[in-house]
Every structure is written in C-alpha cells, then in structure tokens.
C-alpha cells in the first residue's frame, strides 16, 4: 500500500473498529470512518484525522452519503465491514425469535456490508484494493441462542466466499477475531463477567498481516494467523 492508501471501515467509534482505526492511522493510511455513535466516532475522529459520516449502515441514505464521501476522495485500497448487530439481548432461542429483529439483524449484518462493497467495488478494483468482512465462530458453531447472529454470519461468509470467486484479482476475505472484550460481547451474555476475552487491540495485528502479506481470498481465524506469525 502507498503512502496514499485510504480504508472505509464501518463501525468505527468502539471496539474492534475503533482498534483498528487507531492503528491503520498510526501506519499512516487515510480513513474514512463511519458509526451510529456520534460524540464516540467524534473521539475517534479527532485521534486519527479520519474523515468521520455518522450514521446507521443499515439505512440506505446513510450509505449512500458514505459512498459520497468514498468517491470524494478519489482512491480506495481496504474496506473493513465491521460494523454488527447482535439482535435482542439476551439472545432468544430459534424458535421464539422475533422475526422482526431477525430481520434487522441480517439488515446490517449482511445487506448492509453487500450494498457498501456493490458500491466501492469499481474503486477497490482500480487500486487492487482488499475488502474484508469481519465474521465469527457462530458462522460455523452451533451455539444456542446465536442462531439470529450467527446465521447472519453465516450468509455474510457466504456472500464474501462468492464475490471473491467473481473477484478474483481482488483480495476479499472473511475474518474471524474470536471472543473480544467489547460492549456487543457484553451485551450476548448480561450480568456475566467478560474480563477473560482479550482486548480489541491484541487482535488488530494478525488482521494488519493478513492485509499486508494478501494471501489468497478465503476465511481467516486471528487465532490460526497469531499461531502463523
């Protein structure tokens, strides 16, 4: 990447979009970040530079002002969908989801990240760019009470495997970052102690040398690439 190298990561103002955005600043890449959190994406603006849209990534005209901003800038070379939601707290089983959540949950956990790389595709492929779709382990783990989250996952591994089969001189990938101390993780298992995960910010390394050695397309585990490094 050169010195000029811009990343669109959603989901940006806490956790491991924050962390990220900390440290793609700290290498020196411009940003263009985006969350729901105004005064948290503010904080986070202010510490790296980034160019700052707030806004819900699920809502149309939201995206439609991101990628606004993205053609604004002129160059794009990394797309992180970070951003996620976990659906009703605490996590209803199957068979008494309320459809309605379900549906918001696959809103921005799978049309929202699809529609973001529809649109900055034509750009990530003048720079040969990478776009990655942060997963999870309830993608491929039957845990009670993740089905709403987890088959969301699933689809979105789905549709990251299949863009990059039609893709192929880009880098797209799906990474998973395993359990992580952050609010969302929290909110999976309220009134329990989390201080076990480990923080956003161990994690980051092993998705900067995925983004930086490029191997092939694919599913990735932070866990399998620390292991590697």
């Known amino acids: ?82 951003a996620s939601a976990l659906g009703p707290s605490p996590l209803p089983r199957l068979d008494r989801y309320p459809l309605d959540d379900l549906a918001a949950v696959y809103e921005t956990n799978v049309i929202a990240p699809l529609a973001v790389l529809q649109a900055t595709l034509p750009l990530l492929r003048s720079s040969e760019g990478i776009a990655v779709n942060i997963s999870s382990d309830a993608a491929v783990g039957a845990y009670e009470g993740w089905g709403g989250y987890g088959s969301s996952k699933a689809a979105l591994d789905q549709v990251t495997a299949v863009l990059a089969a039609e893709n192929p001189e880009l880098r797209i990938y799906s990474f998973d970052p395993g359990d992580m101390r952050t609010e969302m993780h929290q909110a999976a298992f309220p009134g329990e102690e989390i201080s076990d995960r480990p923080e956003p910010e161990t994690v980051v390394p092993t998705l900067l040398q995925l983004i930086g050695t490029r191997p092939d397309s694919g599913r990735y585990l932070a866990s399998e690439l620390a292991v590697r490094s």
Do not use: C, K
């Open 1 to 82: 990447m050169g010195d000029n190298s811009t990343a669109l990561i959603t989901g940006a103002s806490a956790g491991f979009g924050r962390a990220l955005a900390l440290a793609l600043s700290a290498q020196g890449w411009r940003l263009i970040i985006t969350a729901r959190g105004a005064e948290r994406l503010e904080a986070v603006r202010a510490a790296t530079g980034a160019y700052a849209v707030v806004g819900d990534i699920a809502d149309p005209t939201h995206r439609a002002q991101l990628v606004g901003a993205v053609e604004a800038a002129g160059r794009l070379d990394l797309v992180i969908n970070n």
